[in-house]
């Protein structure tokens, strides 16, 4: 029987493994330049969740990726590639990760229910893309259609992050953004 190389190397989930490793790679090291806006929220049944079906999250290791898990990387990517601390290596990190969030799904479809970064929201109603309003919130990444998201998630790059947000804080986006209470606001430290 003739070898093929190192059979220890051809494991289930390695292909996998080095297919996400080199796609994530491809979208790291690309240019700056405008970024494409998807269609961002697609149902599918009682999932709630719509993989592209080339999507690398889809197929990592036999199992699908959630959403938490796609903006938990990305978070821990961001912190690896900005690294510092303070006002300005944190506005970068947020803008590293809005960015590759951004151009992994044009690039691969939506995420989960379909992530969308930076939107801004006031007394219910949502604004848009980086709105700047007094008495607005800002929230990092939502799932789902910006108008009704099905989750929040809000980036701490910070030496000592505190696990949670406080209650204010999260009255505060409540109120803005127009969820209810079912909809969960997630702290995400890479």
Not at 176 to 183: D, E, I, R, W, Y
Request: charged share 15%; hydrophobic share 35%; glycine share 12%.
């Amino acid at each position: 029987m003739a070898s093929h190389g190192n059979a220890s190397a051809l494991t289930p989930g390695t292909l996998e493994n080095r297919i996400w490793e080199k796609s994530w790679a491809t979208l790291e090291t690309r240019q700056a330049g405008p970024l494409q806006t998807t269609g961002l929220h697609q149902e599918n049944g009682s999932a709630g969740y719509d993989f592209a079906p080339d999507s690398l999250l889809a197929a990592k290791g036999g199992t699908t990726w959630t959403a938490r898990d796609f903006v938990q990387e990305v978070a821990t990517r961001a912190e690896k590639k900005i690294g510092g601390t303070g006002a300005v290596p944190g506005t970068e990190k947020h803008a590293y990760a809005a960015e590759l969030i951004d151009r992994y799904q044009s690039r691969f479809g939506p995420v989960g229910g379909g992530l969308a970064t930076e939107q801004s929201y006031l007394g219910g109603a949502h604004l848009g893309r980086s709105i700047n309003l007094p008495g607005s919130v800002r929230l990092d990444v939502v799932e789902g259609a910006v108008t009704s998201p099905s989750a929040v998630f809000d980036f701490k790059f910070t030496i000592n992050p505190n696990p949670v947000l406080s209650p204010t804080r999260i009255n505060d986006i409540r109120i803005n953004a127009g969820l209810s209470l079912n909809v969960p606001i997630q702290v995400v430290h890479p």
